[in-house]
């Protein structure tokens, strides 16, 4: 079975402060993708990135970074230099092969963070 | 220029009254899904469909059902609405496998609250 779980329920940080959103990931197969989506009070689904299981390296895009290492399934987001408008759900998700029409996208339970001024 | 739209984006029903919620995609993609949303928690998938053929949940509970009249279209039904039912409804496609994206595109969502 599937399983995608965010430990931390919510973290509160000040503005200018790094913060890292854990995500650790259970499947068996051995073609997946994994995802995080931004979630602002608005509640649309923001992309933020997909990674799948065969690139492991990590990415950058501008204060937002992933490190995936498969060793530990776990698929971190970091947010350098945190922003008041950061703040939001995030949520990490994991689907299979995308080969066929039967597969879905399955979420953890979301991290809420709050960055304060 | 929304690939995927959801109408409308707030409903508000009567408890027993049956409410509709619709989503259209301009993206040709073959899978349309929904995802029921409560408040604090993680979208929960109830049903999809690959084309036509329709795939349930499980646990999706039978007062919910769904039309796909054609590619376009999709249409989440509850024939008989809970306060239990209130939540977030988001609708997501994806193409299958041949094409460059293998992403998911999710719709704005629908706040349904029931009262």
């Known amino acids: 079975a599937q399983k995608v779980t965010q430990a931390q329920t919510e973290i509160s940080v000040v503005e200018k402060e790094d913060v890292t959103l854990d995500c650790v990931y259970e499947?068996?197969?051995?073609?997946?993708?994994l995802f995080w989506y931004k979630q602002p009070p608005s509640g649309e689904l923001v992309f933020l990135i997909r990674?799948?299981?065969?690139?492991?390296q990590n990415e950058i895009s501008g204060r937002y970074s992933w490190n995936f290492q498969k060793s530990t399934s776990s698929f971190n987001f970091t947010i350098t230099a945190s922003q008041v408008v950061d703040s939001a759900v995030y949520f990490c998700?994991?689907?299979?092969?995308?080969?066929?029409?039967?597969?879905?996208?399955?979420f953890g339970a979301g991290t809420r963070l709050a960055v304060h001024p | 220029d929304a690939m995927v739209i959801q109408n409308p984006r707030y409903q508000v029903t009567q408890f027993g009254k049956p409410v509709t919620l619709s989503c259209s995609q301009t993206?040709?993609?073959?899978?349309m899904y929904w995802y029921q949303q409560k408040s604090s928690q993680a979208p929960k998938l109830l049903f999809h469909?690959?084309?036509?053929?329709?795939?349930n949940e499980a646990d999706t509970p039978d007062n919910f059902q769904s039309r796909r009249p054609n590619t376009s279209f999709c249409f989440l039904d509850i024939r008989s609405p809970g306060l239990g039912d209130t939540a977030m409804y988001l609708c997501?496609?994806?193409?299958?496998?041949?094409?460059?994206?293998?992403?998911?595109?999710f719709g704005s969502g629908t706040r349904l609250t029931v009262v």
């Open positions: 997501a496609t994806r193409p299958i496998t041949g094409t460059a994206n293998y992403g998911y595109t």
């Open positions: 499947t068996r197969d051995t073609t997946y993708y």
């Open positions: 990674r799948n299981s065969f690139d492991e």
């Open positions: 998700a994991l689907s299979e092969d995308f080969s066929g029409g039967y597969n879905k996208l399955i």
């Open positions: 993206l040709n993609h073959n899978v």
């Open positions: 469909y690959y084309d036509k053929d329709f795939n």
